[in-house]
């Protein structure tokens, strides 16, 4: 999608520059990257954790956003375990159009929650995905988890 100018609008640009942080789902800002809920997500917690610089380099990121990014994803599996006990979770990086990257020129950190059985019919019967409480509701049952991580991360 396009601004207004002809620039093509990046919502992990947009959303961290932007200051109602429920509105965005935005959970956490950091001194480098930030934790944001995916609005199409897999499952409930699917997170993604970005840094605040526009790039899509990953070999090329500086190794201080690069070690805040691992940190903060550390903590947001703590957060999601301690929350909603998953049996398990992927975490990962789809770099580039090709591999999948719903936002190619911003990387970003998929953490997605996994329970036994978390797959059903429905997406692939009527392409709906069905989820056990709206965003807003696992917004307010995490962001008090993710007011925690600031602590945690805040000397790297």
């Not at 691992?70 to 990086?93: C, D, W």
Request: glycine share 8%; with cysteine.
């Amino acid at each position: 999608m396009a601004s207004a100018d002809g620039k093509r609008d990046c919502f992990l640009c947009r959303v961290p520059a932007e200051s109602d942080d429920a509105a965005n789902l935005l959970l956490y800002r950091g001194r480098r990257v930030f934790v944001v809920m995916n609005r199409y997500p897999y499952n409930t917690g699917h997170l993604l954790i970005a840094p605040f610089a526009h790039t899509a380099d990953f070999v090329g990121l500086p190794a201080e956003i690069s070690a805040e990014m691992m940190a903060v994803t550390q903590q947001s599996v703590a957060a999601l375990r301690s929350e909603y006990k998953p049996g398990g979770f992927n975490a990962g990086m789809n770099l580039g159009e090709v591999a999948g990257a719903g936002e190619a020129d911003h990387l970003h950190m998929h953490v997605v929650p996994r329970w036994g059985g978390d797959t059903n019919f429905m997406p692939a019967l009527a392409d709906v995905k069905v989820l056990p409480e709206t965003l807003d509701q696992t917004y307010l049952r995490l962001k008090p988890r993710f007011d925690a991580v600031t602590a945690n991360v805040a000397n790297l």
